[in-house]
């Protein structure tokens, strides 16, 4: 058995009811605002909190970071200054950024939008103004990312988004250090769990887009598990068949069903899309740091904890990947 301070193993838990995930892996956070805000005095935290959740829940209306820090009860000046040292980009960078990050989230998964209301809904003037601002951050056309959320593949999504990622904080030597989403992502704790069979009541055919979901089905969406056949994970996302619905254990008429077996397993809680990919690809790259054989006849499962609107809007999940029960064994 592979040993990492960074990991946590509950062999010991062998034979876990899938009831019982809540009380097996800490929730690990993955915000870089909540990390960021981590040493300031709590006054001074709550300020920031309600800055950063006016950013983003205000992007139609065009505040400017000025207006944002008068409502929130902050001096610009200070604002400025200090929300400058912690995040290593001013009010406005972040600001530019989170607006890009979400017309690109709507453009990734919106089929319905057009490309003037996303961008309004962003905070842009025109559909004009979102493309100069995409060709300048990402080189890429407003339309060649819709077609990307069809045609694209997850790493290819991946690639995109990480060019709008929080910047890192330090330099070492002059090189520049991951950004802090990637950072964060490579000490998430990791637990080995192995899980009955399960079913799965399918209600919808899953493109990744849990905030439809949960606008969709509500609270309900809370607890619903997500299947993607691990062969599939590269192949476009039109070509990923994805299924996702309620889930029960020992398995009742479904129209699905998830095979027993060993799995890695972290809990996360993440605010953005990148963040969220993040997660999902430092897992993968664990199990292979670790030895640990994926099982490519079984599926990554996503099950949506909750979904919490307030500060950045954040997002807990539990993601689990197959492994090889007989390497299992060997180990």
Same mark, same amino acid.
């Given at each position: 058995?592979?040993?990492?301070?960074?990991?946590?193993?509950?062999?010991?838990?062998?034979?876990?009811?899938?009831?019982?995930?809540?009380?097996?892996?800490a929730?690990?956070?993955? %915000?870089? !605002?909540?990390?960021?805000?981590?040493?300031?005095a709590?006054?001074v935290?709550?300020?920031f909190? /309600?800055?950063?959740?006016?950013?983003?829940?205000? #992007?139609? !209306?065009? #505040?400017?970071?000025?207006?944002?820090?008068?409502?929130? =009860?902050?001096?610009?000046?200070?604002?400025?200054?200090?929300?400058?040292?912690?995040?290593? !980009?001013?009010?406005?960078?972040?600001?530019?950024? +989170?607006?890009?990050?979400? =017309?690109?989230?709507?453009?990734?998964?919106?089929?319905?939008?057009?490309i003037?209301?996303?961008?309004?809904?962003?905070?842009?003037?025109?559909?004009?103004?979102?493309?100069?601002?995409?060709?300048?951050?990402?080189?890429?056309?407003?339309?060649? +990312?819709? =077609?990307?959320?069809?045609?694209g593949?997850?790493?290819?999504?991946?690639?995109?988004?990480?060019?709008?990622?929080?910047?890192?904080?330090?330099?070492?030597?002059? %090189?520049i250090? &991951? &950004?802090?989403e990637?950072?964060?992502?490579?000490? /998430?704790?990791?637990?080995?769990?192995?899980?009955?069979?399960?079913?799965i009541?399918t209600?919808?055919?899953?493109?990744?887009?849990?905030?439809s979901?949960?606008?969709?089905h509500g609270?309900?969406? @809370?607890?619903?598990?997500?299947?993607?056949?691990v062969?599939?994970?590269?192949?476009?996302?039109?070509?990923?068949?994805?299924?996702?619905g309620?889930?029960?254990t020992?398995? !009742?008429?479904?129209?699905?069903?998830?095979a027993?077996?060993?799995?890695?397993?972290?809990?996360?809680? %993440? @605010?953005?899309?990148?963040?969220?990919?993040?997660?999902?690809?430092?897992?993968?790259?664990? @199990?292979?740091?670790?030895?640990?054989?994926?099982?490519n006849?079984?599926?990554?499962i996503?099950?949506?904890l909750?979904m919490?609107?307030?500060?950045?809007?954040? =997002?807990?999940?539990?993601?689990?990947?197959?492994?090889?029960?007989?390497? /299992?064994?060997?180990g």
């Open positions: 058995m592979h040993s990492d301070t960074h990991f946590h193993f509950a062999l010991s838990a062998m034979k876990q009811s899938p009831d019982s995930f809540d009380t097996l892996t929730l690990y956070e993955l %915000v870089p !605002e909540s990390t960021l805000l981590a040493p300031l709590d006054n935290r709550k300020r909190e /309600m800055a950063l959740q006016l950013m983003h829940s205000t #992007l139609s !209306e065009r #505040l400017t970071w000025e207006q944002i820090a008068s409502r929130s =009860a902050i001096s610009p000046f200070h604002f400025h200054r200090q929300f400058t040292q912690l995040f290593n !980009e001013t009010p406005g960078q972040y600001l530019h950024r +989170i607006r890009l990050q979400y =017309a690109i989230s709507q453009l990734l998964m919106s089929r319905n939008s057009t003037t209301h996303i961008a309004l809904s962003s905070g842009y003037s025109s559909s004009q103004a979102l493309a100069k601002a995409l060709k300048r951050e990402t080189g890429y056309q407003a339309k060649q +990312i819709k =077609a990307l959320g069809q045609t593949t997850p790493d290819e999504t991946i690639a995109l988004l990480s060019k709008l990622a929080h910047p890192s904080q330090h330099r070492t030597c002059e %090189v250090q &991951p &950004p802090i990637q950072q964060l992502a490579s000490s /998430m704790p990791c637990e080995l769990i192995w899980f009955p069979a399960r079913g009541y209600q919808t055919v899953h493109r990744g887009d849990w905030h979901l949960f606008n969709q609270q309900q969406t @809370a607890k619903m598990l997500c299947a993607t056949p062969l599939e994970l590269d192949r476009p996302w039109h070509d990923i068949t994805s299924v996702t309620k889930w029960r020992p398995p !009742e008429p479904n129209d699905h069903l998830i027993e077996g060993y799995y890695l397993c972290t809990k996360v809680r %993440v @605010a953005s899309d990148i963040a969220y990919l993040n997660a999902l690809e430092s897992l993968f790259r664990q @199990a292979e740091l670790l030895g640990y054989p994926l099982d006849h079984g599926s990554l996503e099950i949506l909750d919490d609107t307030r500060f950045t809007g954040t =997002a807990s999940f539990h993601f689990q990947i197959p492994v090889q029960l007989a390497q /299992m064994q060997d």
